[in-house]
């Protein structure tokens, strides 16, 4: 295989996609599939585009195998992020390359793994690797704003995408240490679930210069105070636990034994707040609440007659969303009312004893020795959400090798990816199909 060659066929391809606008909104990522099927087209690998609504177009492609066992997908999806005018270093659609790394919106998230798939895809194709179940790949559009128009159409409309076994999506990556060096293998196959919430306090309008004791933006801050200093009891997944015991042996050594059982490590005060001091882990081990729109008021002068607030809440699956509302209705009195405004669902997460797990354990042993394969509890949602609902094993990993810092740049300015990933991720990911398809 000449890696070099297709390393540069992959630089090409992703310059180009990220060439292509796809911010959602409005998305229009029919471009993004149109991209597509010329490249597939031009192989001679089936593919088809579905367009449920104008522009907003997806792919789906197909290599087909003996199908002597179920469908592997390979999931990505073409819509973007808006990019914040003015604070790139760099043009962020023109796909520049400067000191090994390739600038874009997309780059990480997710036009990248896009990229990678496809060109797994024409490997199989141009080598002519005999498979025993088709590998499918859909590129989704809608992503960022829901799934509406991309998988979760899909998903109820693409028959063959209904059939996987198993489905590999973004999310967890190979995370390199400080010095550079893998650290773990981080398998995505679980996430939070999303519970948004409205509040609103109402309160009597009036001059500003006669302040009265009924003033909603008064209230609601208050309110606020008392929740935002709620400290979520822990609530640990059989999954986060195997987490932590498995990075264990990386950490501090007067650390290791709080890794080691984090149930236990938790009751320890000290451990307790630096652990959670880390956003990610913090995340991990209980359900969350972030304050993310405060409303109220329009004119110096004038007190309003309603303010409200916006809390973005991710609960740990299996936790009772009923309890939880209780919990934050008591902390809040009752002169705020309390509205759900988007929930998601509770889904188990996927299973790890499964051959395409046993095909990344193998890459990561051969490839990285010492670095522990551990399952990753997504404080965020993916469309893998919609997958696992259908009973998909779906794994939320991308072969990339990222510091954590790098990961930042996702939904960030300077967004880029190192052009040696690309090279990393297409071997990566034929040698599981190879694994789990042939
Ligand atoms: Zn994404």
Known sequence: MDWDQLLEEAIHYLQEYLRIDTVNPPGNEVEGAKFFKNIFDAESIPCQVFEPSPGRGSLLATLKGTSKKRPLLLLNHMDVVPVEKGRWTVDPFEGIVQDGYLYGRGALDDKSMGIIEMMALLILQRRKVPLERDVLFFAAADEETGGKWGIQWAMENVSSLMESE??????????????????????????????????????????????????????????????????????????VKEFFSKIAHKQLSEERQFFEDIEKGLSNPSFSARL??????????????????????????????????TLDCRLIPGSSKENFLTEIKKRLGDEIEVEGKMEGKSIPPSPFNTDLFQAIQKFATLNDPDCPVVPFLLPG????????????????????RLPEKEILRVHGNDERIALENLRFGMRMLVEMIKEVAT
């Open 166 to 239: 198993y489905a590999l999506n973004e999310g967890g990556y190979v995370i390199l240490n400080e010095t550079g060096d893998p650290d773990r293998y981080e398998i995505s196959n679980g996430q939070k679930i999303v519970f948004q919430l409205q509040l609103k306090a109402k309160g009597t309008s009036g001059h500003a210069s006669m302040p009265h004791a009924d003033n909603p933006n008064v209230k609601l801050i208050h309110a606020l105070e008392s929740l935002t200093k709620w400290e979520t009891s822990f609530n640990i997944l059989p999954m």
């Open 276 to 309: 959670t001091s880390n956003p990610i882990y913090n995340a991990m081990v209980r359900d969350t609440i972030s304050l993310t729109i405060l409303q109220a008021g329009s004119k110096a002068n004038v007190i309003p007659s309603e303010s409200t607030a």
């Open 381 to 400: 949602a993916t469309d893998s959400r919609f997958l696992r609902k259908r009973g998909i094993t779906t794994y939320d990993f991308c072969p990339f």
